[in-house]
């Protein structure tokens, strides 16, 4: 019989309350009926299958009523109804679409097989903690560690490929056999690369990645076997990547065979491997990192020359991620919760406002017989209603927003695509949506049908609203509070992003073209090849009508921020890691076509050549370091393994961009002075020329001209320098794009929050305040009378938002390009922009209130 | 509030356990466990009426306003006063001829194609 009891408890209390006992007198004659267990045992059957689908169905059928009432009284106030499913929608939206590109980088699992099982392992020196390791030490490695099931090494090319719809440079990596098998994913198509094809001489094969298949293949599955060309070299096809396969990052469209001689096993300083390894079953970080602790100590001893103070490091593939980029994902989200946060809070001020405008006609419903449950029930399938209308738009609004978003994921990351919604996006919108709802339902709905409140039939429209205009002033000081650390936060980045728009790069970016032709090594290794190529190019762009100058450049400034080389000078001691220079081979007339002074001396030029002494110009903080109080012209000194001589100094780039202030000093080497074959990675490639022409003819015409000297050559990168320097600070632009955004929306709910208490608060006193005007209040009385209470919450929403803010400045100082976390102006900003707010929120409230009729509203009552 | 009158057939067609409810407590006001004695009793045990389902529709039927509850009790030696009473309301008769008229039609049809036997 208990059990009986028990199960009627599926029913909903209202429905147990009228026919329970009933029920169970009914339940309890059939018992007795009942003859021998089995008899008993069907009728439990029965039963089990009596109640829970009419349990269920009583719930369906109060969902339906509770919906249909919903609907009819919401219906009766859209503005009401049209506030809070924006509100909900803001809320909602701004959350999933933040939570979108964060769980993709920080959260989700990397798309490779047991990726918690991944590691990457680099060298370390002291002061260097990720140093790739040279092939040597790689294989040393291979051979003496037993934490790793597998140890595969790649590293980054750049080829151009010839077999695809038209010639083009791509991006790529040279990986060992066994790096693809270690991540676990298969080909789409095809397979992938074996240990035969990873030794030298071996016939060349490439794996394509889905985008290089489609694009340039078509997709079509006859791609297997299709010979095409790298960089002059014969390679045959022999797989297909899946889509979202992205490795090392998603610039990576094909991967060929990483193959060393034993020459590359000589050298263990020449380092340019990226290794990452799958940990044995069971092994945990600690253990690997301290067998690489002890290998690399033994490597030590053997090579104590060059690998001294070498260690390793090791961390999870999935680890990757930039300090920066976390920080700024984590503010970003920390950021969407904060506007949920005002977005509840405005939901919760509504309904509780709500409620009580509603208080007769639940008092009249009580009086009608419905119970304290169903009329909470009743309430919270509103706010669930409006939650769920509110995140369906919300879905929408992220959907929208996450291509921007999705701009703030760092791109070095083997992820493929970081801006779509799935399941997994959408079960969490879902999830904080029906939280919403239900969180910010059950407390005015607790509140409203609580004992006190259904006496709102005898006592009038005055009674019991001290309470929840408390917790209403409470939750809109709680938003003003928020929005304070969102404003400051977003005015601390526009600061940050205004000090680094000012620093002058050194070059005059307005004007000038740029491009990449890089040329093929196999063909062009004689400097004199190369040569003549860029005199017939630069000479047929130079005579085009309206181009002033144009030059060719190893890279142009901020797109390579590395190629630093060490320098010595005949007669000092040599002062190894701290004697460098940022180096690039130039072609005439560089500096005039980036616009950086020549300050003294010349420029390189065509006589510079193999023949001639080898020359330099240097940047103005070259020659001050090293020579101070001399003239710079005619000194010697060392760098690429040859004595060179100075020729001219000219002004100061920020090569390594506009937020390093510690570039190195750099140096220009003519194109001409340098060995056949030698330094290939160096060789001239970044085109650039000043005119003044529109891009698009001017590109048409250098298009031909290097067609006419090359046929083959792939053009890229075609861009202006200015857009060049604008991708220095676009990522921060998209950030503060973000913030910006979420902080508008966390100040307009704010907004909306003070107009509703306050025009709220004007309504339950309107015979308070038609009282005071009869007896002969101004209208600047009750004006203040109404403002007050607005600006009291202003002033201490500002006040605690203030240390907020302090604190989430403090925590984004990484990001702020060295502007203050108590940046006065910015404070001053956020809190004129809540003043400015609370001003424009009072606006109507207040306007009803001095426009009361005393004699109407005395009449109505 | 007021009601527009409503027309029986938005009812229709009603569920067999409605049809049979409201069969039950057309001739007199009977409470639960008398009403589905009644149905089993009319069926010839052919349909028994579960708790749930009963309750269930009868919560229904009330609200839609096919049933009352009987406020005046049956005679004292009759009454079992722990028990609720509910007789057919005026609606409810409308609805239920309204469903019986429908069934004669579905039958008539029948009968035409050959699929039913002729009136006695």
Known sequence: MGLYKALLYLF????????????????????????????????????????????????????????????????????????????????????TAAFSVTDRVLIRPLPFAQPERLVKVWESVPGYSKMEPSPANYRDWLRMTRSFDALGAYTGTSMNLIGGADPMRIQGAAATANLLPILGVPPLLGRLFNQEEEVQGAAGVVVLSYGLWQDSFGGREDVLGQRVRLDEAAYTVIGVMPPQFAFPDRATRIWTPLTFDEDAYQDRNNAYLRVVGRLKNGVTLGQVRAEMALVTGQIEQQHPQENSDHRATVHFLGDEVPHQARLLLLALFGASLCVLMIACTNLASLLI????????????????????????????????????????????????????LAQLAPTNLPLADTSQMDLRVLAFAALITVMTGVAFGVLPALRVSGDGNLKGLREGARGGIGGPRKLRSALVFAEIAISVVLLVSS??????????QQVDPGFRSAGVLTLRTSLSMSRYAPTETRARFYDQVLSEIRALPGVASAAYSSFLPMTMRGGIWPLTFSGRPPNEGEDKASVRFVTPQLFETLGVPLR?????????????????VVSESFARRYWPDNDPIGRIFNVTFQDRIV?????????RGLERTDSEPQVYLPYQQVADGAVP??????????????S??????VREILRRADPEVPISDVRTLGAIVEAETSPRSAQLRVLGAFALIAILLAGIGIHGLLAFGVSTRLQEIAVRIALGAARGDILRLVVRDGAQLAVAGVAVGAFGAYAAGRGLAALLAGVSPADLPTFMAAAGIVGVMTLLGSLLPALRAVRVNPTAVMRSE | MTHEPLDPRRFLPLPPATFH????VAEESRHGYAIIQDVETRTGGAVRLSAGTLYRSIQRMLEDGLIEEVRERPAPELDDERRRYYRISTLGADVARAEATRLTELVSFARAAGLAPERA
């Open chain 1, 12 to 95: 909903p209390k209202s429905f147990r309350l009228e026919y329970a006992d009933e029920m169970r007198r009914i339940f309890t004659g059939r018992l007795a009926d009942a003859a021998g267990n089995a008899e008993v045992l069907s009728l439990w059957m029965e039963t089990l299958l009596d109640v829970i689908p009419n349990a269920l169905m009583v719930h369906l059928d109060i969902l339906r009523q509770d919906l249909r009432f919903t609907a009819r009284s919401l219906g009766r106030a859209p503005g009401f109804t049209l506030t809070a499913i924006v509100v909900a929608a803001l809320g909602v939206g701004a959350t």
């Open chain 1, 353 to 404: 406002a709500r409620s009580l405008h509603r208080r007769k006609e639940l008092a009249v419903r009580t009086a009608l017989g419905a119970g304290r449950e169903r009329l909470i029930r009743q309430l919270i399938t509103e706010s669930l209603a409006l939650a769920v209308c509110g995140g369906l738009l919300g879905v929408a609004l992220a959907a929208s927003g996450t291509p921007l």
């Open chain 1, 491 to 500: 005015g601390l980045l526009v600061r940050a992003l205004w000090r680094i």
């Open chain 1, 600 to 616: 003294q001396g010349r420029d390189v030029n065509g006589l510079d050549t193999r023949f001639a002494p080898a020359a330099a």
């Open chain 1, 647 to 655: 020729v001219g100094v000219v002004g100061d780039i920020r090569v």
């Open chain 1, 681 to 694: 990675f160096y060789a001239p490639k970044d085109l650039a020329i000043r005119s003044s022409l529109d």
């Open chain 1, 696 to 701: 698009a003819s001017l590109l048409k015409a």
């Open chain 2, 21 to 24: 409810i409201l069969l039950a």
